[in-house]
T-cell receptor, first 113, second 114 residues
Framework: QQQVKQSPQSLIVQKGGIPIINCAYENTAFDYFPWYQQFPGKGPALLIAIRPDVSEKKEGRFTISFNKSAKQFSLHIMDSQPGDSATYFCAASRYSSASKIIFGSGTRLSIRP | DTGVSQDPRHKITKRGQNVTFRCDPISEHNRLYWYRQTLGQGPEFLTYFQNEAQLEKSRLLSDRFSAERPKGSFSTLEIQRTEQGDSAMYLC????????????FGQGTRLTVV
């Protein structure tokens, strides 16, 4: 059972463009939504996270948009750079218990120079 | 290096053999998680510990898998009678137990069963 659905599977964007990665979740018990970035040969690393009491969160060039009623959230990367080329995972968990994280299937992002 | 450390980084084993992986979490963290990641997929939760207690196990964790965290420090994940389907990256992560805390991942152990 896929509890967090992520799209697209892969994405190619020119430098300076704004890649957008979308996710949808099913379990309304989820109330913490992190995004992880993974480079080849490395473990995932937390990029940015949001809770459903806000509709948007920005950290540097990364923005999460959150739609609680639709159970959807998305990651936007402003002024994308070749160094942003990586695999991005959306995820969901239960904030209060700091329990397991459920990951989406990932988006392989490539930023062309 | 004060990050999450996993050993070995790579393991090639013959089908039917037993393998054991080790994870050393960030020392102050009381939560430790194991995930499995196959090529082109997101990490899948296997199990997690709070201190030495194993609090949850996924249905993915068959009887051939066992994890321990003696004394609440490092953890081991053992796979008995390995199968080709066990080939994957095994990731360890650690965190504090309070809500919203970041989980830090190790670089993983890549298992290849031949």
């Amino acid at each position: 059972q896929q509890q967090v659905k992520q799209s697209p599977q892969s994405l190619i964007v020119q430098k300076g463009g704004i890649p957008i990665i979308n996710c949808a979740y099913e379990n309304t018990a989820f109330d913490y939504f992190p995004w992880y970035q993974q480079f080849p040969g490395k473990g995932p690393a937390l990029l940015i996270a949001i809770r459903p009491d806000v509709s948007e969160k920005k950290e540097g060039r990364f923005t999460i948009s959150f739609n609680k009623s639709a159970k959807q959230f998305s990651l936007h990367i402003m002024d994308s750079q070749p160094g942003d080329s990586a695999t991005y995972f959306c995820a969901a968990s239960r904030y209060s218990s700091a329990s397991k994280i459920i990951f989406g299937s990932g988006t392989r992002l490539s930023i062309r120079p | 290096d004060t990050g999450v450390s996993q050993d070995p980084r790579h393991k090639i084993t013959k089908r039917g053999q037993n393998v054991t992986f080790r994870c050393d979490p960030i020392s102050e963290h009381n939560r430790l998680y194991w995930y499995r990641q196959t090529l082109g997929q997101g990490p899948e939760f296997l199990t997690y510990f709070q201190n030495e207690a194993q609090l949850e196990k996924s249905r993915l964790l068959s009887d051939r898998f066992s994890a321990e965290r003696p004394k609440g420090s490092f953890s081991t994940l053992e796979i008995q009678r390995t199968e080709q389907g066990d080939s994957a990256m095994y990731l360890c992560a650690s965190s504090f137990s309070r809500g919203g805390t970041e989980a830090f991942f190790g670089q993983g152990t890549r298992l290849t069963v031949v």
